[in-house]
Each structure stands twice: as structure tokens, then as C-alpha cells.
């Protein structure tokens, strides 16, 4: 019998829900979200927006309820995924993270501060799949994911009521097709021991 238990070491485990809009299949993006709901981590539980999009004038914006876990995440996971949101230089917005819909007809994380209002919105949500890779399998990244992802065709941001410009697009994860957007739960990270 095959053991049926991963000897890696869990890093953390949670959700990280993404939208990338663009505005033609081949353009540049207009907006990347990286939305993590963390149940556990080394710095406790908690959530975070990372967003760079034309609404925010292509500034990278962070808003966390936990910003000790914020920074472990930038260190560990997002200097791998995406540099530009592991900078700890840019501040982070103290903010309320709440969460509506279904999953199946629709899904929207709502992320308020003092002064702004964000909604992320994925619906023609489609039929979920399971990513899975060991640490080192994906390359330039050392860690483990495990994840069921659940590709959207639509989906929406809005920043105080104005919508980012742009749509997702199919994408190839392997060769499984999924899309830009995804809401991407049950996800657990890990690392050798």
C-alpha cells in the first residue's frame, strides 16, 4: 500500500482566489489579485489583498486584517509568485474581509478600509479541478501546492464603484484549460522538511 501521507511540511493552508484581467488575449494585464483567505500559517490566520490594476493607477496595494501574517506571506510565497506584491516596503491597509454567493452560480470577496470599498466578483463559474504538485516540481518555485481550482469565464473588481478595465481568458495549467480567474480553495502550501 502506497503511504497515503505528503512528508512535507505544511507552510500554511487556506484559500488564494486570483483574477488577472486583460484587455485583448495577448495584451498586457490590467489588473493581477491575488486574494488569500489563511485558516493557518506560522503568523496565524487572517486575509490579504494584494492588487495592482488601472484602478489603483497600476500601484501595488495591500490590504490585510493580519499584517504579521501579510509579511510572512510576502516573504515566503509571494516573492516566488510575484515579486512586485513581496515588496515590504508598501504599506499595508488595515481592512474588513467578508465573502457572499453560492460558489456555484457566483462568489464575491468584499474588502473594505477607512476609504476605499473593493468587490471581487467570479461567476460562469465552471467545473473544479485539482492542482497538485510536490516542492521543486514547479519550476523557480521550492515549495508544494495542493489546491482545487475553479475556473471562471467572467469576472469583476471594483474599487469604490469604478471596474477595472479588462476580462479573463482561458488558460493551460498543464494540460488541463482553466482561466485567468479562478477561486482556488482548500489550497495548502508546503515545503521539505
Not at 490579504?48 to 495591500?62: A, K, M, P
Not at 506584491?85 to 457566483?106: L, M, Q, R, W, Y
Amino acid at each position: 500500500m502506497v503511504n497515503p501521507v505528503d512528508p512535507n511540511k505544511v507552510l500554511l493552508t487556506g484559500e488564494n482566489s486570483f483574477i488577472r484581467l486583460q484587455e485583448t488575449e495577448d495584451g498586457a494585464e490590467t489588473t493581477r489579485a491575488s486574494h488569500w483567505r489563511i485558516l493557518k500559517s506560522p503568523s496565524g490566520p487572517g486575509h490579504v489583498l494584494f492588487l495592482q490594476s488601472d484602478v489603483t493607477d497600476g500601484e501595488v496595494r495591500i490590504y490585510s486584517d493580519n499584517i504579521a501574517m501579510t509579511r510572512w506571506l510576502q516573504a515566503t510565497i509571494e516573492s516566488v509568485l510575484y515579486p512586485a506584491f513581496a515588496d515590504e516596503t508598501i504599506p499595508v491597509i488595515d481592512s474588513e474581509f467578508g465573502k457572499v454567493g453560492d460558489g456555484i452560480n457566483h462568489w464575491t470577496e468584499t474588502v473594505d478600509s477607512l476609504e476605499e470599498s473593493l468587490q471581487l466578483t467570479w461567476y460562469d463559474i465552471g467545473e473544479p479541478f485539482i492542482l497538485s504538485a510536490a516542492p521543486g516540481e514547479m519550476q523557480g518555485n521550492p515549495h508544494g501546492v495542493y489546491s482545487c481550482l475553479i475556473p471562471c469565464e467572467r469576472a469583476q473588481l471594483t474599487l469604490n464603484g469604478e471596474s477595472a478595465a479588462g476580462r479573463p481568458f482561458p488558460e493551460m495549467i498543464g494540460s488541463h484549460k482553466t482561466s485567468t480567474a479562478c477561486l482556488a480553495w482548500s489550497e495548502t502550501w508546503t515545503h521539505p522538511r
